[in-house]
């Protein structure tokens, strides 16, 4: 089945810069998507296509692929970054979305 | 852009609850809209997606045969039919929206459904 694997956690001092993987094999041939979660609010789009940033999206948030691993990395961490990360997949053999397991981004 | 979802509340394992978005503040027929859950603590799943004109429509194995997914265009509205509810099938469930391909852009704040015993 399409896995993608997240670790679930990852903590960060402030203005430091957390790098949250996503790995399948092979997945720098996928296009891969990120979201961010903050406590009791519903997902938001952080990155599309591998490495595009929605508008009104910072700049501190840049997208890569590379082997089995994709990563989502969020420049000079605010405390205002912490919240669960997701990564997402289309999955073209059962035609569906696929989500990571998500990873929790704790600002120290 | 606005996604309300409505629909959900406490029932009992086996029956049936139908969940429904209503969509404005943009071209329903231009999007592509799906359903994802979100179990008390755990991570996101997606259900099923469905286009303007039916002619994609995808709905998650582990929920086939149990849930339906359809919209009408006319009320701006996404419907899930949920069939036979388990305890498992106790999350927040949200509705997102999408171009044909795409990430979803939009989310709405969830309605919860929670499934007893």
């Known amino acids: 089945s399409y896995v993608l694997t997240q670790a679930p956690s990852v903590s960060v001092a402030p203005g430091e810069t957390a790098s949250i993987t996503c790995v399948r094999n092979?997945?720098?041939?996928?296009?891969v998507h990120w979201y961010q979660q903050q406590p009791g609010q519903a997902p938001v789009l952080v990155i599309s296509y591998n490495n595009d940033r929605p508008s009104g999206i910072p700049a501190r948030f840049s997208g890569s692929s590379s082997g089995n691993t994709a990563t989502l990395t969020i420049s000079r961490v605010e405390a205002g970054d912490e919240a669960d990360y997701y990564c997402?997949?289309?999955?073209?053999?059962?035609?569906?979305?696929?989500f990571g397991g998500g990873t929790k981004l704790t600002v120290l | 852009v606005q996604l309300v979802e409505s629909g959900g509340g406490v029932v009992q394992a086996g029956r049936s609850l139908r969940l429904s978005c209503s969509a404005s503040g943009f071209t329903f027929n231009d999007y592509v809209l799906h359903w994802v859950r979100q179990a008390p603590g755990k991570g996101l799943e997606w259900l099923a997606l469905?286009?303007?004109?039916?002619?994609?429509?995808s709905v998650r194995d582990s929920v086939i045969g149990r849930f339906t997914i359809s919209r009408n265009n006319l009320k701006n509205t996404l419907y899930l039919q949920m069939n036979s509810l388990e305890v498992d099938d106790t999350a927040l469930y949200y509705c997102?929206?999408?171009?044909?391909?795409?990430?979803?852009?939009?989310w709405g704040q969830g309605t919860l459904v929670t499934v007893s015993s």
């Open positions: 469905l286009s303007y004109d039916e002619s994609r429509k």
């Open positions: 997102a929206r999408g171009r044909e391909g795409a990430p979803f852009d939009n």
């Open positions: 997402q997949v289309w999955d073209f053999n059962r035609d569906y979305w696929v």
């Open positions: 092979n997945i720098e041939s996928e296009i």
